[in-house]
């Protein structure tokens, strides 16, 4: 299946699940979705935070359009599930916008982690996550993000174990992909970054850390949606987590060097 | 000091010691000579394990010149000492090979991590054994070389300490340098790759793995010495561990991508 079928299809409500593993070779975007008065300040948190959010793409003001990522792309409908926060406070999940939209909502589409578990699957590493058939499980953590106007809160970290070596080997790959998130940020002991068990997951899928591996962490975008939350806004979107823009933009794009 | 003139006292006897952060920004090289007829096997073994042996020059069969390094270099005497090896033995240290020359010798030289740490040093991390006044401390593994006629033997690696988060960094960083042996083979559990504790040594400084750290064990120039002794020759010349070739080559020349 092509992206633009894939996002049909999401489109059409026949699918609603989780993206992980989905259009392999293909990047995923997270999604964060303001009022345009709150924008700028959105924007330069990614600025000041770009390992967490490096921008992939921001809409025209009270566009649901992304012509850049892809054909036909319009977020309100082709983004698999939405997540709205009111006033600080998470307030419920949407399949789509369509009833929501505001002609003052800018979008920003995120690097996504799912992007680089291609590139290391292809190099021989495996995924737990993807094996076990779950989305990536991710944590916050006691990291502080910079912050930009309204917009603080800390770092959301997603997680894949592997051994030494493929530790190794995962560092290396994911430090030519600064688009998507780059090399973890940790790896080893959860609680030198506020995580007290990596079996009680903040978001997302499950864990399965074997004996002779680390747990190795790197910054997710789920950052903005706790930035988002932390800016007490009246409203603001993010995809469910899990729940991907898929683009037409071959991973080969994002390399950096 | 210069390149140059830190060989010329090492030339005139003034330095017998461990280069270990010598003329700081320029290429440190293992050194392995050996005779011409096995010149050739011995090439084939550094190709076949590029991840320990990087070649850097290779000389003219009976020249100890090796211009393409640096001004008027000449292995006889620039080299703070060698390791001699008979019948697979280690037979001595010499401080020169004015004596032991034959017109039948080739000399290798070989990427040495020595050269990478004042990468890691700029980018603010902190090396242990140059902060203690020691050589990096080098172990045998059980990780055996790959075979090239009568060159084996097991990996040698140099271990250097860090947090997680400088782990992750050196990783980034020493993987954009093959030449100088990349990124690291292994970090963490010594015993996974044959090291019974990290503080016995087997060649060079000393260890001092701290709370938080993991050691962080990157291959070795000493594996081609290791290769020598177990080609059982009638006789063979490494440098001694930790005493290297200080080329005129800057770090910059070393950039892969």
Same mark, same amino acid.
């Given at each position: 299946?092509?992206?633009?079928?894939?996002?049909?299809?999401?489109?059409?409500?026949? @699918?609603? =699940?989780?993206?992980?593993?989905?259009?392999? =070779?293909?990047?995923?975007?997270?999604?964060?979705?303001?009022?345009?008065?709150?924008?700028?300040?959105?924007?330069?948190?990614?600025?000041?935070?770009?390992?967490?959010?490096?921008?992939?793409?921001?809409?025209?003001?009270?566009?649901?359009?992304?012509?850049?990522?892809?054909?036909?792309?319009?977020?309100?409908?082709?983004?698999?599930?939405?997540?709205?926060?009111?006033?600080?406070?998470?307030?419920? /999940?949407?399949?789509?916008?369509?009833?929501?939209?505001?002609?003052?909502?800018?979008?920003?589409?995120?690097?996504?982690?799912?992007?680089?578990?291609?590139?290391?699957?292809?190099?021989?590493?495996?995924?737990?996550?993807? /094996?076990?058939?779950?989305?990536?499980?991710?944590?916050?953590?006691?990291?502080?993000?910079?912050?930009?106007?309204? @917009?603080? =809160?800390?770092?959301?970290?997603?997680?894949?174990?592997?051994?030494?070596?493929?530790?190794?080997?995962?560092?290396?790959?994911?430090?030519?992909?600064?688009?998507?998130?780059?090399?973890?940020?940790?790896?080893?002991?959860?609680?030198?970054?506020?995580?007290?068990?990596?079996? /009680?997951?903040?978001?997302?899928?499950?864990?399965?850390?074997?004996?002779? /591996?680390?747990?190795? @962490?790197?910054?997710? =975008?789920?950052?903005?949606?706790?930035?988002?939350?932390?800016?007490n806004l009246p409203l603001g979107i993010g995809h469910a987590?899990?729940?991907?823009?898929?683009?037409?933009?071959?991973?080969?794009?994002?390399?950096?060097?």
């Amino acid at each position: 299946m092509t992206p633009y079928e894939f996002r049909q299809s999401v489109r059409r409500g026949e @699918f609603t =699940g989780n993206t992980a593993g989905i259009c392999d =070779g293909y990047i995923q975007a997270n999604v964060a979705i303001l009022p345009k008065e709150v924008a700028d300040d959105f924007a330069g948190f990614c600025g000041a935070n770009p390992q967490a959010c490096p921008i992939l793409a921001v809409s025209e003001a009270g566009s649901p359009y992304l012509p850049t990522l892809g054909k036909d792309i319009d977020v309100r409908t082709d983004v698999p599930g939405f997540f709205i926060y009111r006033d600080g406070k998470f307030a419920g /999940e949407e399949r789509t916008l369509l009833q929501l939209w505001r002609d003052d909502f800018v979008t920003f589409a995120i690097g996504c982690s799912y992007s680089f578990e291609h590139i290391l699957k292809t190099a021989g590493l495996r995924i737990r996550h993807l /094996e076990l058939g779950y989305g990536v499980p991710a944590y916050n953590t006691n990291i502080p993000n910079k912050q930009v106007g309204p @917009f603080g =809160g800390n770092l959301v970290v997603s997680m894949r174990p592997f051994n030494a070596a493929d530790t190794i080997r995962a560092i290396e790959i994911t430090s030519g992909y600064p688009n998507v998130h780059g090399a973890p940020v940790h790896f080893g002991d959860p609680a030198a970054i506020g995580i007290r068990d990596v079996d /009680e997951i903040d978001y997302g899928g499950r864990s399965e850390v074997r004996d002779g /591996e680390y747990p190795v @962490f790197w910054a997710c =975008g789920v950052t903005p949606q706790v930035a988002m939350i932390s800016a007490n806004l009246p409203l603001g979107i993010g995809h469910a987590p899990g729940h991907m823009l898929v683009t037409d933009l071959p991973l080969s794009t994002l390399t950096s060097n």
